[in-house]
């Protein structure tokens, strides 16, 4: 993952590089540096990818308790 990379997923999931340290056990330093260094280590990386994943879960998971609602309300 580039500097640019993270970046740009702070920006899509609207987090602070605070809050996305406090998500992945760093601190905000600690992402400022990779930044700016452009040097994202992969634990940082997989870190980031399990975020999204998550991500991904729990949207999936609210399109199905929709799904679920509807389908109930259909039924009665």
Same mark, same amino acid.
């Given at each position: 993952m @580039?500097?640019? +990379?993270?970046? $740009?997923f702070c920006k899509e999931q609207?987090? @602070?590089y605070r809050e996305l340290g406090e998500l992945i056990g760093m601190t905000e330093g600690?992402? =400022?540096n990779a930044i700016k260094k452009d040097n994202v280590s992969e634990q940082t990386s997989k870190s980031i990818e399990l975020l999204r +994943?998550?991500?991904?879960?729990?949207e999936q998971l609210? $399109?199905? +308790?929709?799904?679920? =609602?509807?389908l109930r309300k259909a039924i009665l």
């Open positions: @580039t500097a640019q +990379e993270l970046k $740009d609207g987090l @602070t600690g992402i =400022q +994943e998550v991500q991904r879960l729990k609210a $399109d199905y +308790e929709n799904l679920k =609602q509807s």
